[in-house]
């Protein structure tokens, strides 16, 4: 077993490891003393599968993503499970003066948007796991696009730190906190389009939490990290992810994941086709079929 593996794993890393995931104890401790209270009475929880999320060493929580409110209820899960979270945030949230002290006292990574910074954060992420970090990520990148809420295809990021590291990737389904803050840039079609945006606390949301066994990537151990076999663990992550929140919805989930990437593609074609044979400007444009997934080999920031 690697180096690498064997910190991921939560025995303590070689003299020679890299090392250097800091954050400060009394800013955790001042984030617990506040937001626990804060979400136990503003929201309701069924949570289920706590038991799946290891109590130490370094783990990636794999989440879905339908609400910029959902990493507050899925950190309240990961803490009442024995763990801190670390998320990967956007950089621009370490700008905010009060936000981005916290940021940075409790351990959470920044994630820049050009390529250089982008890998500066997945080595940054290495770290917190080889340090026994819980880090989450939502593979999808952003808060879901698809118009029933069910997650997307996933981006190969998370995929490709839990080959290089060895650390298991439990998956996490949430659902409710589309109910306390939908998504702004949400669809205008299905459930998506039928949620009024904003804020709302009253009455009393219920965030639905489940965790599942991490998900068994040992059969692309020892193989290249391309783009196949990326896409494949990417798939498997996935699949567990979608079939958890169709046990917390009572649903059966669809049999082809939405990809917002080919989406938006096929609506630029269409819109430009429109335009080459003279359409009246503003015409409406037939939504494109749902596709298959494409190729993205970093993880996103957090929406919030």
């Given amino acids: 077993m ?29 984030t617990i003393v506040v937001l626990r209270p804060l979400l136990s009475g503003l929201l309701k929880r ?53 936000v981005g002290n916290a940021l940075r006292g409790t351990g959470q990574i920044p994630v820049h948007r050009d390529r250089a910074d982008a890998a500066l954060a997945l080595e940054d992420a290495e770290k917190a796991l080889l340090d026994g ?28 730190m ?19 803050m939908p998504y702004k840039k949400g669809e205008q079609t299905g459930l998506a389009g039928s949620l009024k945006k904003g804020l709302h606390p009253l009455p009393r949301k219920t965030m639905r939490v489940i965790a599942g066994p991490p998900v068994d990537l040992s059969g692309y151990e020892g193989l290249p990290l391309d783009r196949d076999t990326l896409r494949a663990a990417t798939d498997d992550i996935m699949a567990a992810i979608t079939g958890l929140l169709g046990e917390l919805r009572g649903q059966e989930p669809p049999a082809e994941r939405y990809d917002h990437h080919k989406v938006l593609e096929e609506r630029r074609r269409a819109a430009g086709a429109a335009k080459a044979a003279g359409s009246p400007r503003g015409a409406a444009v037939p939504e494109p079929a749902t596709p298959a997934a494409p190729e993205n080999a970093e993880p996103k920031a957090a929406d919030s």
């Fill in 2 to 30: 690697s180096e690498a593996k064997r910190g991921a794993r939560g025995a303590a890393p070689s003299p020679g490891a890299r090392t250097g995931h800091g954050y400060s104890p009394a800013w955790r401790k001042l």
């Fill in 133 to 160: 970090e819980c880090l989450i990520f939502y593979p999808e990148g952003s808060c879901t696009r698809d118009p029933e809420l069910w997650p997307m295809t996933g981006q190969t990021g998370v995929a490709r």
């Fill in 162 to 180: 839990a080959l290089q590291t060895g650390a298991k990737v439990v998956p996490v389904a949430t659902w409710g906190a589309h109910e306390l």
């Fill in 46 to 98: 069924d949570w289920r599968g706590r038991g799946n999320v290891p109590g130490k060493g370094g783990v990636i929580i794999a989440a879905n993503h339908i609400s910029e409110s959902d990493p507050l209820a899925l950190a309240h899960f990961v803490y009442e499970s024995g763990r801190y979270p670390v998320y990967l945030a956007k950089s621009t949230l370490f700008d905010v003066k009060v």
